[in-house]
């Protein structure tokens, strides 16, 4: 049931409120506002949720197919490397989550969690980044190049778990390539803030010219071009016949090291001939009586959302719900956010190469996290020294390159996945005739001992490069199970640390406060990453509790907010509507997707 949010807390009055201080601006866009309220459409036969629509529609087309939620998402995801170039692809990596009933076509139950994030070339280890002179090493240009896991992950998913053959679920792909697609706003708006980073390195025109030259249409890329990218269908076409053979070897693997070799990259014909996707159980926790499946490190998702919603119930969560009090309410998941970012930046990174493994039985533990609710003080808040453990023995920069899907079959299996080049355009090094840029997921390492990455991020020594080792990553696709161990909800998000506070509030919304999918996503939204020690919210966020001042009693409780335009992170939702019967699916109005279903 849907509660009436009202206006509380009247004596919370504490303390002088300070100023935000001065910050470098590097927030995105945003391109829409929130849909207007109205009846939400409701799919009875499943729904795939892309933050494009000619993804969405290719998942759908599978589910039409008799396809289930794996075809589905497979098939998404390779059309999302054609349309979103600047987000994901297969030059990249990404996780997934997957729960299919026996009762699906394979007449088989599996609850699976697959990790095909990109690993350390053989050549790159804990020292390398610090040895080059390059400031932007780990971000631009072949040096920055992780060995990509994207195929290798959408394969084996196929293979293993879906249904249908590689020549129909590669199919609306490799049209979307051949015949070209529409730039939507989303496209035209990160293109055109690409373009001034060209104006500003002039040198990249020539030394990046694929990306300039036909992802960028050299900075003139308007919503409504079409845009066409018969290198990227060729590389797809291999894949349709060889499955993930024709990428990691034979001309696709050799274009792809020549093409790192020419920018002065470490790849190699063994680094991909190596590559190997790792399967293993979803992370589990439960909240509010629902069973939360996720990914496991290397990604920190889903310990840190579970962490915070740990504490967050800790911290009486159902009475701050039942009696609206909603500033106690933000700030008490405002510090859960910093607990479990703190955390995030000691303990986490690839636990096969984490002496003595990363602790994630103890973070989510009923006793840690009892520990760490205590020490959330109502009416303030604390440096960061108080956040979090330590191991005794910048400004953050929002995410154009991620990607994340949901889908939904008619057997209630379901798909939560996430992929990424990082930034935009990755390294934006393109394999010369295959029309895809590879990733620059090496700066998702600590590149660079005590310093913040692209996304303001410092990280400890754990997640320091090593050949092979997957980085620390902040994607977090998950599946949310009612009491029935049925699936409730599909989420994950895009927008680098803050896919986990995005992600997190958006199912607080619709399995506590009880709203709608649409309305869930395209509510205003905060962020808090412990460091920097800055409380940032969308404008608009007040009118989430009927107007009252919510950033101005954080400030009084000594919060350094910061108040920003829309953007962000994008969330993509399914929810299985009210009633029980079919779902409601909702792609975040800050990309513009659309979801496609039945």
């Not at 971000?139 to 053959?165: C, F, H, N, Q």
Request: a neutral charge; proline letters at 5%.
């Amino acid at each position: 049931m849907r509660r009436r949010i009202g206006v509380a807390a009247s004596a919370w009055l504490v303390g002088v409120a300070i100023g935000a201080p001065a910050l470098r601006a590097m927030e995105r866009r945003a391109i829409a506002e929130p849909p207007a309220k109205g009846a939400p459409t409701v799919y009875t036969r499943g729904v795939v949720a892309a933050d494009e629509e000619t993804a969405s529609r290719a998942g759908a087309e599978m589910l039409r197919r008799g396809g289930n939620a794996v075809d589905a998402a497979v098939a998404a995801s390779l059309t999302l490397s054609v349309v979103r170039p600047f987000a994901c692809g297969i030059g990249g990596g990404g996780f997934m989550v997957v729960d299919l009933p026996a009762v699906g076509p394979k007449h088989v139950a599996v609850r699976v969690a697959i990790n095909y994030r990109e690993t350390a070339p053989g050549a790159v280890g804990p020292d390398y980044y610090e040895k080059q002179e390059d400031a932007l090493a780990s971000t631009r240009g072949a040096a920055a190049v992780g060995v990509p896991g994207t195929v290798a992950g959408l394969m084996w998913a196929l293979e293993k778990y879906g249904t249908l053959d590689r020549a129909a679920v590669c199919g609306p792909a490799i049209r979307a390539a051949h015949e070209g697609f529409a730039a939507d706003a989303n496209y035209a708006s990160n293109a055109r803030d690409a373009a001034k980073d060209f104006e500003t390195h002039p040198e990249w025109k020539t030394r990046f010219a694929f990306v300039w030259e036909t992802l960028l249409e050299r900075g003139q890329v308007k919503a409504g071009d079409r845009i066409a990218n018969e290198g990227q269908a060729r590389a797809l076409e291999r894949i349709r016949d060889e499955g993930a053979a024709g990428f990691y070897g034979g001309e696709v693997a050799q274009a792809i090291v020549e093409s790192s070799a020419r920018d002065g990259g470490v790849l190699t014909g063994a680094d991909l001939a190596g590559y190997r996707v790792q399967e293993v159980e979803p992370l589990e926790f439960t909240f509010a009586g629902r069973r939360f499946l996720t990914m496991p490190p290397p990604s920190s998702g889903g310990v840190a959302m579970g962490e915070a919603l740990g504490i967050l119930e800790r911290r009486d969560l159902a009475g701050m719900v039942k009696q609206e009090r909603w500033a106690e309410y933000t700030h008490a998941l405002v510090e859960a956010f910093k607990h479990a970012f703190a955390d995030r930046a000691e303990w986490l990174g690839d636990p096969a190469f984490v002496p003595g493994g990363v602790p994630v039985e103890r973070l989510l533990s009923d006793e840690y996290l009892k520990a760490r609710a205590e020490r959330v003080q109502v009416r303030q808040t604390h440096g960061p020294e108080w956040y979090g453990t330590r191991d005794e023995a910048g400004q953050p920069k929002d995410d154009g390159g991620t990607s994340h899907l949901c889908a939904v079959d008619k057997w209630g299996g379901a798909v939560a996945c996430t992929e990424t080049i990082n930034l935009e355009f990755g390294s934006m090094v393109a394999v010369e005739g295959y029309g895809f840029c590879l990733n620059d997921e090496m700066d998702d390492f600590t590149t660079r001992r005590g310093q913040a990455n692209a996304f303001g991020l410092k990280q400890s020594d754990k997640n320091l490069p090593a050949p092979g080792k997957r980085p620390l990553s902040s994607m977090s696709p998950t599946i949310v199970l009612d009491a029935k161990g049925n699936v409730e909800a599909v989420a994950g998000g895009a927008g680098g640390p803050r896919i986990i506070t995005a992600t997190t509030q958006v199912l607080l919304d619709v399995l506590v406060l009880g709203q709608g999918a649409e309305e869930a996503v395209g509510r205003s939204r905060l962020h808090h990453q412990w460091e920097p020690n800055v409380l940032e919210f969308e404008k608009g966020y007040d009118q989430r509790w009927q107007g009252l001042a919510v950033p101005m009693w954080m400030r009084k409780f000594r919060h350094e907010v910061k108040e920003k335009e829309r953007g962000g992170a994008v969330v993509q939702l399914i929810v299985r509507a009210k009633g029980g019967k079919g779902w409601e699916a909702a792609c975040d109005p800050r990309k513009g997707g659309k979801a496609a279903g039945e």
